[in-house]
């Protein structure tokens, strides 16, 4: 393994020597992935097996593992009504010498292929049905039960965590209180998502989240397409104009926002129009 696997250099798995995880994930799982369709993101890698199964790895530090471990997509398994690649099985190991545990969860194959990067730049011209199957996936996973907290972007989300983010668009005095919890999915982008046949998948971070933080993700990241942004708020109102829904937006606005922001980001405008007509209705309440 590389010397920059060490705990004070950032890892990019898209850059790091994989041959060998890929090797242990064979050895323990009793297959052979096919390098050619090797994906590789900067903190996991996926590949297709030769039992017409997909394999997802991820590496992660004990500080973003938490209590409740690590085990979304195998928890997610127990879900009802969602579209989601079904859950086969999993391996876990320490990564010799670091504070640094590696996982790899086995799936069936998507029924498509992902929509896109994670913010689109063009509208993919989804047909009703996938729309349609979306909700029904949303509207499902609300009704779940479950102890996990989610965690986007692995960090586990708390009221002061939300409070911290839209404060700065709303003065004191207001109440930035979350009052309705449930289960998300907590990593909700294009991505993550197959058409033209829906599939939602990559459930690590999945769990109890406020009202909307699924459906504010998705608008985020569909503002370089204000079609799509418009789309997304339409089928997700219910969530979105909730009290609730609002917060979630000011919190995904908070992140597109943020000072390190690209300046030719074209989800700023949107964003700052939107916080700042939130804000003015939130004020009235």
């Excluded at 250099?9 to 096919?34: A, F």
């Excluded at 997509?73 to 127990?78: F, M, N, V």
């Excluded at 709303?170 to 209180?177: E, F, S």
């Excluded at 917060?247 to 980001?265: G, S, V, Y």
């Amino acid at each position: 393994m590389s010397s920059s696997m060490s705990a004070t250099v950032s890892v990019d798995l898209r850059v790091e020597p994989i041959e060998g995880v890929l090797g242990e994930v064979e050895r323990s799982l009793q297959t052979r992935l096919d390098r050619g369709t090797l994906v590789r993101k900067r903190r996991s890698l996926g590949a297709r097996t030769d039992r017409d199964t997909w394999v997802r790895i991820e590496r992660r530090r004990f500080e973003k593992i938490g209590s409740q471990g690590w085990n979304g997509t195998e928890c997610a398994a127990l879900l009802e009504g969602i579209v989601k690649p079904p859950w086969h099985r999993a391996i876990v190991w320490r990564q010799p010498g670091d504070a640094v545990m590696w996982r790899a969860d086995e799936t069936d194959l998507l029924p498509g292929a992902p929509i896109g990067s994670s913010v689109l730049v063009a509208d993919p011209e989804l047909p009703d049905e996938w729309w349609q199957a979306l909700n029904t996936s949303m509207d499902a996973l609300a009704v779940q039960h479950t102890r996990r907290v989610a965690t986007p972007d692995t960090v586990t989300i708390t009221q002061s965590g939300v409070a911290e983010a839209v404060r700065r668009f709303l003065p004191g005095g207001v109440d930035t209180t979350v009052s309705t919890w449930w289960p998300a999915h907590a990593d909700l982008n294009w991505a993550n998502m197959t058409g033209p046949e829906f599939s939602l998948f990559d459930w690590e971070d999945w769990g109890m989240a406020p009202q909307g933080l699924d459906a504010a993700s998705l608008w985020g990241n569909s503002l370089a397409v204000p079609a799509l942004a418009e789309r997304v708020r339409h089928e997700r109102r219910r969530d979105l104009e909730t009290r609730d829904g609002r917060l979630m937006t000011l919190f995904t606005c908070a992140k597109i926002l943020a000072p390190d922001a690209h300046p030719e980001d074209p989800r700023l405008g949107p964003a700052r129009q939107m916080s700042a007509q939130i804000t003015a209705d939130l004020q009235k309440d």
